[in-house]
Each structure stands twice: as C-alpha cells, then as structure tokens.
C-alpha cells in the first residue's frame, strides 16, 4: 500500500495561505481567505484575455504594496490620499528563465505634499513589504503529492 505524503504547510501567527484552482482553458481561481481572483492568459498564450496574467499580479502586488505604504505615510503625517496614484511599467527578460527583467514604478504624490517630504516618501515606499521580498527573496518549497 503506496503510504500518502504528507506536506509542511506554514504554521503560526504569520503563516498565511491560499489555493488555486483549474477554472477552464488557461484560466484559474485564487482563493485567498473569502476573497477571489481569476487569472487568464492573453489569446496569444492560448487564453481568453478574462483576467490579468499571474506575471501581472506580480508586478500589480508590488504597485499596490507601494499605494498602501505611501498613504499610511500621506495619513500619519496629516496629508490628504486624493491624488496618491501609482503607474507600473514591466519588462520581460529575452533570455531564459522566463522572467520579469525590470519593474518601473511612477509613485503621483498628492500636490499638497511639500517637496520637503519626498525623500521621506520615497524611503518608505521603497521598502514596501513586496519590494523588501524582492530584495531578500524568501525561500519557495514546492511539494508534488
């Protein structure tokens, strides 16, 4: 009798999880505590175009890490969020392994915030959650069960 295997899966207090699961063609649904978010591939890569790409998400998870960090700091020093915007631009690698070669971020602050505070704005954004994972990537276990 072939014995199961069993898996670690992260434990404790900052241990978090999700699961993806086939939809149909090239398309999938990520649950993630009572949230969900399709992902799909463009018609050239054998999808139907109904969601962003996981390389999209990638690129939006760190844009979006970015938003959250400069209105916490935009709040915590009395500033308004209106105008807060974040643009990302991304590169491909033409080599292999298939990969993002360059993210390029536009961080709009809002017009009330003196110039004086920019640098402290940029000092925290750049090292957003996301960004801080990227520069001190975190190990990846994959099991096959």
């Known amino acids: 009798m072939e014995q199961a295997q ?5 434990v404790g207090a900052d241990a978090h999880e999700m699961d993806v699961r086939y939809v149909a063609g090239e398309s999938y649904e990520v649950s993630v505590r009572r949230h969900r978010v399709l992902v799909d591939q463009p ?23 970015v938003a959250f960090y400069a209105g916490r ?22 080599d292999r392994p298939a990969r993002v070669s360059g993210i390029r971020l ?6 009330d915030l003196p110039a004086a505070r920019r640098p402290a704005l940029r000092a925290v954004v750049s090292h957003c959650t996301v960004q801080n994972s990227l520069t001190s990537p975190p190990s990846v276990a994959i099991d096959l069960i």
Do not use: I, K, N, Q
Not at 6 to 10: A, D, I, K, M, S
Not at 83 to 92: D, P, Q
């Open 6 to 10: 069993v898996t670690e899966r992260p």
């Open 43 to 65: 018609a050239d890569a054998g999808g139907l175009d109904t969601a962003p790409t996981p390389t999209e998400l990638f690129v939006a998870s760190l844009a979006t890490c």
């Open 106 to 111: 536009t961080v709009r602050a809002p017009a």
């Open 73 to 94: 700091y935009l709040t915590r020093h009395g500033y308004d969020r209106d105008g807060l915007a974040v643009s990302a631009g991304f590169e491909m690698a033409s």
